[in-house]
């Protein structure tokens, strides 16, 4: 008997015993099951929960690499040791160092996001005797993403253990949840540790180690790695280039900053009919409104430059697109099939109050600059009314119809 | 069954654990969140709770039988708001720092769904021990969730119980935040208390599965 056979036949010796969902999940993982449904119903289509998801998860490989990448840019470029690039293939961004930077610094968070995680989902599992489900592997591999490069590991699996119990397993698991696991696990570290996941040191690797030097009187450069939408709420002046911006060379959460590999990964996401392209485009269009309405406001005079929200305001309708967490939200986030809107007309909704809503908390609120984050959570939340009052709209039209019938 | 028969004894145990007015009834969930950022005022808002319950309570069994029904509820507002003002003088005396962030809650015992509570549920249809002994029991009940609430709170969101620094300095960096540990921030937000107060909830429901409700 072979290996191949061996792990096949694996799960078989612990059928029936209190560690069989473990065996099981891992079964599946790697094998296609070979049981087909008894009874009239048969189900043909090949992409099972675990099919989706990894799907997700390989159009988020080119963000996590360059992400690896553009953590060591940003590092070596903070130092001084490298020039600011310019095209998207400059050698200087693609160098091995930045990359052994980048996995030095990327890995362990991805490591400890999935190891706490899957811990978690696999004790539950156990515990309430059900199979494994494949909730976290998306998950997992976002919340690595969407946090500075310099949080400390353990602060991380704090986060996810609260994220995965709290934000999933009490409500009843995957599928059953109200909130986006990997926002709720970045809200929780947000407000739980503000300084390390906002502010101009976390995003750039070093600079909190730099500032403690300094601030212990050690003779050293100071390093600042303010995000832009930090320094546009600080009223600073940005120095980065549109292209700059839609490349990704700019300081940020590891995943958030390349639009334009988000932007390959959208289009991956809506030809394999994985994400919906009504809820990504109606939030494109929900921030370019709200964008629109405050550049026409500064435009007609009403905040001025003294006004404290002048800089975001005035800010280009479209910039707003491409800088901070917006794309990424709205690609990966808001399209989590859970706790989006379920119904078309519900998606449009949906998706445009995400988009209008985060340009909102961006200007008004320049303690929370990433908006999309709250703006997903707080649709999260109204996803299941929107449904609610599309399908009872639906429900009053047909009424009507009959009764114009029948009459 | 020395100083209380078991039917006494049963109105002290019951409200601290399968009957717990916050965990069970989930009544009384707003002051819950609002003071137990620190474990002082939670043992404070337990101890100014268990005194305007234990004499609440007698004073509506006393005058229970001439009490209008039309009127009650003002009447027993009345009892209230007496008792209330008691407490908030008495802590203005005696605990002047801590009444000033307090004496907005303090005047919020009045609206304490709890008191109105057991007044209505208990205290108008039952002796003056007996509903003594629930006045005290449910204000235990009460206390011992705040007091929890406020323990994990302090602890884990500023490091210090009481305002004693147990876990270290976080400014001298010593204790475990030699170790890099950092305080909780959420934890003083009033949203983790009621994450709090719902794994306890979790907790209890989990250990005693009669208390679960049906589908």
Redesign the interface.
Known sequence: MGLFDKLHKINDKYKGTKLAPLFNGFHTFLFTPNEVTHGGTHVKAADDLKRTMNTVIMSLVPCLIFGMFNAGYQHYLALGDIEAVEGFFSAAFWSWDNLVMGIIKVLPLVIVSYVVGLAIEFLFAVIKGHEIEEGYLVTGMLVPLIVPVDL?L??LA?AVAFGVV?GKE?FGGTGMNILNPALTIRA?LF??????MSGDKVWVHGAVENAQQMAAGKNVDAISGETILGSLAQGHEVHYSVADMFFGFIPGSIGETSTLLIALAALFLIFSKIGSWRIMFSAVVGALVMGLIFNSVVDAGWITEGSKFYTLMSTEFWHHLLIGGFAFGVVFMATDPVTASQTNKGKWIYGFLIGFISILIRVFNPAYPEGVMLAILLMNVFAPTIDHYVVQGNVKKRMKRLKAKTA | MGLLSRKDAKLISDPLADNNPITIQVLGICSALAITAELKASIVMAVSVLFVMGVGNVVISLIRNIIPSKIRIIVQLTVVAALVIIVDQVLKAFAYELSKTLSVFVGLIITNCIIMGRFEAFALGNGLWRSFLDGIGNALGYGVILIIVGFFRELLGAGTLLGYKVLGDPIEKTGVYAF???N????L?APMAL?VV?III?VQRSRNKALIEDE
């Open positions: 400390p353990w602060m704090v709290i009490v929780f407000f739980a540790y503000p300084t390390w | 890099g540990y950092e909780n921030g959420f934890m937000l994450i719902g979790w």
